[in-house]
């Protein structure tokens, strides 16, 4: 068995890696960052398990390949026609980003609501000045929509401090003890209408493209906050964009946007009230995401090699863990 590892990893991820390899050859293909490797022809043919994302398209070349463990979240770049080798298992690293993501997220919050961001914007010019009153998540209705591993994580911590949690996912089931309740998306702008703050951590999908549309935000609780760390697609950025300036939304933030980079003139960059980051709440930013990537690797790598059932396997409609 041959195991090709084409993700970075430090001394102590390879000790884990050797370890769950139990003597099977492993090979690793030097990779900086969380990103999709480049690898030789030669070396993909001879992998029967490779763990990190790969090109795709170079995926033609892996006739022997058995399993791909990515290292993101999202692998619907894996799940198009002709991409995998017929017969070979997919899997992800769901799990690994949520403590990351949802600091970010609540960092967020806090920053919008505590008004950060303009007394930031005052220090640089020396301006002593009084911004006024301020908001709390205690006591605020929080929705959550899309309540995975990123969706749980920031709605432990937002309950944590008081907040009604509402968790929106697809389908009914058992309300988690991270939510208060819990919603479906075919009841999005009834549970819109009501939230204080609105997170959506959703995956790019047929049916989320352009979720968020003028419509969606008009639905809105006049005052609202909307984040958005899932993907740039979910949202029409001219509509959130509309909604911030005219002073329905009380603040947006985003970690993701479409395309990514954002273009310099695209108004996202200058509209009061409406906060960017690049992309960063996940990825190896934070130490504990990029040891947890590896920990999961390193674990369905046993499962693989006794014969036992892949954790985090991909649904192929969604590009997401079933």
């Known amino acids: 068995m041959r195991i090709l590892v084409a ?3 430090h001394e102590e991820h390879v000790r884990w890696i050797e370890e769950a390899a139990q003597g099977h050859e492993v090979v690793y293909w030097p990779v900086k960052g969380l990103v999709s490797a480049s690898v030789s022809e030669e070396e993909l043919a001879k992998a029967d398990v490779i763990i990190g994302n790969v090109v795709p398209a170079q995926l033609r070349h892996a006739r ?3 399993w791909l463990q990515v290292s993101s979240a999202g692998a619907d770049a894996y799940c198009k026609d002709g991409v995998m080798p017929a017969g070979a298992a997919l899997t992800n690293a769901t799990g690994a980003f949520g403590l990351a993501i949802a600091e970010h997220m609540t960092a967020l919050v806090f920053a919008m609501m505590k008004k950060l961001y303009r007394y930031y914007d005052n220090q640089k010019n020396a301006d002593w000045h009084d911004e006024g009153q301020v908001e709390s998540v205690y006591g605020k209705t929080v929705l959550v929509i899309g309540f995975g591993d990123l969706g749980r994580q920031f709605g432990k911590r937002m309950k944590a401090m008081g907040a009604h ?3 929106m996912r697809r389908r009914s089931g058992d309300v988690p003890t991270e939510a208060d309740e819990m919603g479906t998306m075919d009841k999005l702008d009834e549970y819109l209408a009501k939230a204080d703050i609105v997170a959506s951590c959703l995956p790019n999908t047929a049916e989320t493209y352009h ?3 003028k419509e969606r ?3 809105m609780k006049k005052g609202a906050y909307f984040i958005n760390v899932g993907r ?3 949202v029409v950025q001219d509509d959130l964009c509309a909604a911030v300036r005219s002073g329905h939304l009380a603040g947006a933030a985003v970690d993701v946007t479409e395309p990514e980079p954002l273009p310099a003139d695209s108004p996202m960059w ?3 009230g409406l906060y960017v980051t690049p992309h960063v709440s996940g990825g190896y930013h934070l130490q504990a ?3 947890n990537i590896v920990r999961i690797a390193a674990a369905n790598l046993r499962h693989f090699l006794a014969g036992e059932a892949l954790e985090n396997v991909v649904d192929f409609a969604t590009g997401y863990k079933k």
Do not use: I, Q
């Open 7 to 9: 993700m970075e990893v």
């Open 64 to 66: 022997r390949l058995r």
């Open 165 to 167: 949690v509402v968790g």
């Open 211 to 213: 979720l968020y549309t």
């Open 217 to 219: 935000f008009d639905a």
């Open 232 to 234: 740039g697609s979910n």
């Open 270 to 272: 200058h509209t009061p």
């Open 289 to 291: 995401t990029h040891d």
